[in-house]
């Protein structure tokens, strides 16, 4: 069975009213998981976004939270990353993890 890797971002009590800190978390969540998964896989930057078609700098941001995706980077990520993404949204936590498509 393949190991998923889970990522979780719990927003500080202080700051759960706050959309823009629930936003970053939620950006930061999916970011560590995509660099959890690619490094598994044993992938530079520049490899996973040749497999995305995506500029390494993309990828970057992506790993560093600097982007809020889209459904479709979604999907074009799962699919470079060789995986199924499961991403769950529930008040202001989100959990990410990158789950390998069994052999």
Excluded at 30 to 58: F, I
Excluded at 64 to 80: F, K, M, Q
Aim: aromatic share 4%; charged share 25%.
């Amino acid at each position: 069975m393949s190991r998923g890797y889970h990522t979780q971002w719990l927003i500080p009590e202080e700051h759960r009213a706050d959309p823009a800190y629930v936003e970053a978390g939620a950006a930061i969540a999916l970011g560590q998981a995509v660099y959890d998964r690619r490094t598994v896989l044993g992938l530079s930057q520049g490899q996973l976004a040749r497999r995305a078609g995506m500029a390494e700098a993309e990828i970057e941001r992506i790993e560093g939270g600097a982007v809020t995706p889209t459904l479709a980077l979604l999907r074009v990520l799962a699919r470079a990353l060789d995986a199924k993404l499961d991403l769950s949204i529930e008040d202001e936590e989100t959990s990410v993890s990158f789950v390998a498509h069994a052999a």
